[in-house]
């Protein structure tokens, strides 16, 4: 079909609108920030900023006691504690929902699947204050009557971070059960067979048939979750350093840390700077991913 | 032991066990439920059993009139509907033409697209904050609008183009053949055939816009002009720490009708995000 001049620009037009509101409210502070991360813009500095070059870059990463590494190194702890457990539990669930004769399967996935249903900084404030609150959380309360004494949940490093993690497996199995539970459904029954006949035991099928057909279905959820764990920024600001009513402990995450920065201690252009880094990291993690995976092109 | 008795002794025990993981699931939410349905500040007592002696809904009662709760449901209501209707607006053609298309940029933009996903954008509300401000879009609606409609333009983007991917080709030609204008092949051919790609994704963005919070409290001072997420927020950071069963009350009607929306779509949902943009 030939085509007529105009037609070249239908697809532009078409998308236009759509890509002027990402240009704008996307694009354009994503430059803005880059460009404040080379001024010493903070409360003070607030209309009478000027560029410094690399400084706030050099603050972030070659300053030890600036909390930015520390930052980088939880959360690159935070998102394997996360995902290793996440992916443990979840499978283990995932098969056991799988195995055959459970009448109850039905219910039992949706219940399991409400955690997810939940507004998240909803169910963040609930765990906040139902569970984890020193006079009349739930897990104290518990803790009372058999005994024990009061922990408390929230207040230092360890098991502040143990908290978290809590929260966020609560968050976060149900997408990973469901996600490894289609998974296991698509892999053909008479594989199993013929290893049974063969003599091959429950760990051996698992090991030889299940993870290896497992991995290629469901490697994109779980890029997707890393990615979300390693961005995670509620469960940890809203437990621990919501502003005005901090808990004590110091976990934050390098998103927490920025926002931090930015809004509670002011100091613009240095939280800018951290913002760039980490948009860094992020946009090499996900090239690393794309150039690891043969046929990761956007076309299909 | 039989095996016939063995399978039996499994099955028990394997229910045994989703009943316990059931459970453990359900208690923060289940807890809340009665806290919000119990009388006095303190229903713990006795055993470890957690329902409310006395039930009682004035703690609904005095969410709904005491609180401006339906003040902030109005403007949640207000934000849900604009963002979810320019949203589209904008998505839908640009969806429509990244998948039918091809044309100088567009694998580019793609990609790009997908990189700008990445970025979380609490790291560029100070930047964002700072651009709106000396135009008056802080502290004003349309502000968050913007906002909320560029983040998720690009997810309707990509979702949508890969639902509109998997329409085959064939039937526009047909309708072309019959004679359908352009305008027709979109109205009369592939929004319909669409439609649970574009309902997921409307989906999406109530819940996205429903539970946002943080760019709420951040953009907008007063409490006559939060929204739901921003209203909670706002008060248990204050006054509802002391008074937990308000709070609860008013976090289950909040978190109510996006349960209902979101179980009611679930299978849709993971067909819709299966389909589209995700499998990247």
Redesign the interface.
Same mark, same amino acid.
């Given at each position: 079909m030939k085509k007529r001049g105009y037609k070249k620009f239908i697809p532009y037009i078409y998308s236009l609108p759509g890509l002027i509101f990402i240009g704008l409210m996307i694009v354009f502070p994503i430059l803005y920030t880059g460009y404040i991360s080379l001024t010493n813009m903070n409360v003070y500095h607030w209309f009478d900023f000027h560029i410094i070059g690399f400084q706030n870059y050099k603050k972030a990463l070659f300053v030890l006691d600036t909390g930015f590494l520390a930052a980088f190194g939880r959360t690159i702890v935070w998102t394997a504690v996360n995902m290793m457990l996440q992916m443990i539990i979840a499978f283990l669930i995932a098969s056991l929902l799988n195995v055959e004769g459970l009448k109850l399967k039905g219910v039992y996935k949706t219940i399991l699947m409400f955690p997810w249903a939940m507004p998240g900084y909803i169910s963040i404030l609930l765990w906040r204050m139902g569970m984890f609150n020193t006079e009349f959380g739930l897990l104290n309360n518990w803790l009372n009557r058999l005994g024990f004494s009061d922990v408390h949940w929230l207040n230092s490093d360890h098991i502040a971070f143990g908290s978290s993690v809590v929260v966020n497996l609560w968050l976060a199995l149900p997408f990973m059960i469901m996600i490894i539970d289609g998974a296991l459904q698509s892999i053909d029954k008479t594989y199993y067979e013929s290893a049974t006949i063969e003599g091959a035991g429950y760990f051996v099928q698992v090991r030889q048939i299940t993870l290896p057909l497992l991995k290629p279905i469901i490697a994109p959820a779980v890029i997707i979750t890393m990615f979300t764990t390693f961005k995670q920024f509620d469960i940890i600001y809203l437990l621990t350093q919501q502003q005005g009513s901090k808990t004590g402990a110091d976990i934050h995450t390098v998103i927490t840390y920025t926002y931090e920065k930015a809004f509670v201690t002011n100091n613009y252009g240095y939280s800018s700077a951290i913002s760039i880094i980490i948009f860094m990291i992020l946009i090499i993690f996900s090239l690393a991913i794309r150039g690891g995976k043969k046929g990761g092109d956007v076309d299909e | 032991m039989s095996r016939r008795t063995k399978?039996k002794v499994?099955?028990g025990l *394997?229910?045994l066990?989703?009943v316990v @993981?059931?459970s453990l699931?359900?208690?923060?939410?289940l807890?809340?439920l009665s806290?919000s349905l119990s009388g006095t500040?303190?229903i &713990?007592s006795g055993?470890?059993s #957690?329902i409310p002696k006395t039930f009682t809904l004035d703690n609904y009662k005095a969410v709904l009139f005491n609180e401006p709760y339906l003040l902030w449901l109005k403007n949640t209501l207000i934000l849900v509907s604009a963002t979810v209707t *320019?949203s589209l607006?904008?998505?839908i053609?640009?969806a429509?033409? !990244?998948s039918?298309?091809r #044309?100088i940029g567009?694998?580019t933009?793609?990609?790009i &697209? $997908?990189?700008?996903n990445? #970025?979380?954008?609490?790291? /560029?509300?100070? %930047? $964002?904050y700072?651009?709106l401000m000396p135009i008056k879009l802080v502290n004003s609606y349309l502000g968050l609008i913007?906002?909320y409609?560029?983040?998720m333009?690009?997810f309707g983007?990509w979702n949508m183009k890969g639902y509109f991917?998997t329409i085959p080709i064939e039937i526009e030609e047909a309708g072309k053949i019959d004679g359908a204008n352009d305008f027709q092949l979109v109205t009369k051919l592939i929004l319909p055939l669409a439609k649970p790609s574009i309902i997921v994704t409307a989906v999406m963005i109530i819940?996205f816009v429903?539970?946002e919070?943080?760019f709420a409290v951040?953009f907008m001072t007063g409490a006559q002009k939060y929204t739901l997420?921003a209203g909670?927020?706002a008060l +248990? %950071?204050t006054q509802y720490?002391r008074n937990?069963p308000v !709070? /609860?009350a008013a /976090?289950l009607l909040? @978190?109510i009708p $996006?349960?209902i929306i979101? *179980?009611m779509i +679930?299978r849709n949902m993971?067909s819709g995000l299966t389909a589209g943009g995700?499998?990247?």
């Open positions: - | 399978l499994k099955l *394997l229910n066990f989703f @993981a059931c699931c359900l208690i923060p939410i807890y809340t806290v500040n303190n &713990l055993s470890f #957690f *320019l607006a904008v998505a053609p640009a429509y033409a !990244f039918r298309f #044309f567009r694998k933009i793609l990609y &697209l $997908i990189l700008l990445a #970025f979380p954008s609490i790291l /560029s509300m100070f %930047a $964002i700072r651009i913007l906002i409609v560029g983040t333009a690009i983007l991917d819940i429903w539970n919070y943080i951040t997420a909670l927020y +248990q %950071a720490t937990w !709070f /609860s /976090s909040t @978190a $996006i349960l979101f *179980l +679930q993971v995700v499998k990247g």
